[in-house]
């Protein structure tokens, strides 16, 4: 099992940065591929960034690419979401999950994977 507490959402302006973390425990977090997604008011849940287990792979929606980063720290169980050049459309709640049965060389991007998910973080992107 895995629990997840994500942090570190707030108010933006366009332009700005934010890095977003999830704090996560429980003895499968070093096996568990972790992802990012979002869900804006009115839309579907979104998959938005993952990684693989040891942090070597990751994959990234279109929206996002080149913008968003994710990185992990297996020996503080932590996950992090580095976000850039944010526009107002990246505006959601944003939520940490772990995928704690990965295929290999496949990160997940749907949400049945995903088997854990925190309570969400508010990012949003205004002037």
């Known amino acids: 099992q895995v629990q997840l507490v994500e942090s570190g959402g707030s108010l933006v302006q366009p332009g700005d940065s934010l890095a977003l973390s999830c704090a996560a425990s429980?003895?499968?977090?070093?096996?568990?591929?972790m992802g990012w997604f979002r869900q804006a008011p009115g839309k579907e849940r979104e998959f938005v960034a993952g990684?693989?287990?040891?942090?070597?792979?990751?994959h990234y929606s279109d929206s996002v690419k080149g913008r968003f980063t994710i990185s992990r720290d297996n020996a503080k169980k932590m996950v992090y979401l580095q976000m850039d050049s944010l526009r107002p459309e990246d505006t959601a709640v944003y939520y940490c999950?772990?995928?704690?049965?990965?295929?290999?060389?496949?990160?997940?991007?749907?949400?049945?994977?995903?088997?854990?998910w925190g309570q969400g973080t508010q990012v949003t992107v205004s002037s």
């Open positions: 999950a772990a995928d704690t049965t990965p295929v290999a060389n496949h990160i997940a991007t749907v949400l049945r994977r995903y088997r854990y």
């Open positions: 429980g003895r499968t977090f070093s096996v568990s591929a």
């Open positions: 990684l693989s287990p040891s942090g070597g792979r990751t």
